[in-house]
């Protein structure tokens, strides 16, 4: 893999925390390589792994799937940093009950599994300044600047998984000032115009990148999680913090760093995200009947298993801000990101 250059307070910052890390040894008789040290790079490999003969796999994302929760402003930053390999699509932590979907197919594969998901990233540069300078600040890469990272791999991964969009959502934020109903119905329609021609734009740029190597690969597109489902489960966490407000410490917090999230917002949030989901469903469809023709060795899927799961009960939200997923939440996510993933291991060829 290519060496990535990193800005001077990201270095200031992983050598910080490198020195306060604790360092373990792994586990010789598992399959997965185990380490406990604080700043785990994004990739990891099966011990009988090798270049060529094994399933390399690349997750492109936001925070969905991601070990991230709202908590203090410097807490959040230090999460962008760290908590690498402790998420639905690639756990190594023995400590956490995560079978994400690195650890599943390590059950059947030799398999490398890459990361380049950030907490905090768009589809498109966002546009409100606010969200653009904590991107910037942070280090978040958008959805472009992730699928530079896959096409730089020194061998395009053989299966892409992408599940971004969900920061796109925020139609409180893109409609600025104006709260009329009108104001947000044209913040919903910018918000898709925008999404759907940058998704498109980088799907191309996968598809080029991918055939281009020549081998059998394989992409699949998620579709958004469904807000009602999570809603509900928010609602549960609302009265239990009514009853004793202790719990869930960044509720609040929570809403007002995304407000659709509101009680008021629910039914627009809800709509939006299906809208969005139904794009990427006939975006790929367009994609594999324009672009791929008859090219046999590229596959390209739709999964609508993240869109449909169900993530709708209390006991799978975080703790802290009752928005992200808690550890048994991440084995819903991980469990429809596997289901979403048979297709594509079936048309690469994968036993």
Known sequence: MKQKKSSPMRLFWLLLLSALASLASGSE???????????????AHTLDYREGAGLSVVMIGDSTVRDFTVASNLGMFLQLLTRNQRNPFLNTDPRKGIASVFQRLAQRYPVRAFEVARAGATVGPPQALVRRWFQRFA????FAEQVDEVLAETQVPDIILSWIGHNNLDFITEAGSAESPEALDAACARIRENF???YRRQLLRLLEGVRADGRRHAIVVYGLVNPAATQ????????????????????QKSEM?????KIEQAERLVELSRTLSADLRQLVQELREAE?????????FYSDATATMPLDQVSHLSADDAWHASEQGMNVVAEALFLGLTPALAHIGAR
Request: aromatic share 8%.
């Open 232 to 251: 509900a489960a928010r609602a549960q966490a609302r009265e239990q913090k009514l009853a004793a407000p202790g719990l869930f410490p960044y509720f």
């Open 257 to 261: 760093r995304f407000p659709p999230l």
């Open 139 to 142: 280090d978040v890469k958008v």
């Open 292 to 300: 791929l023709g008859g090219d046999s060795k590229v596959g390209l």
């Open 29 to 43: 008789d598992h399959p997965i390589a185990y380490c406990e040290n604080l700043l785990l790079p994004r990739v």
């Open 196 to 198: 759907s021609r940058e």
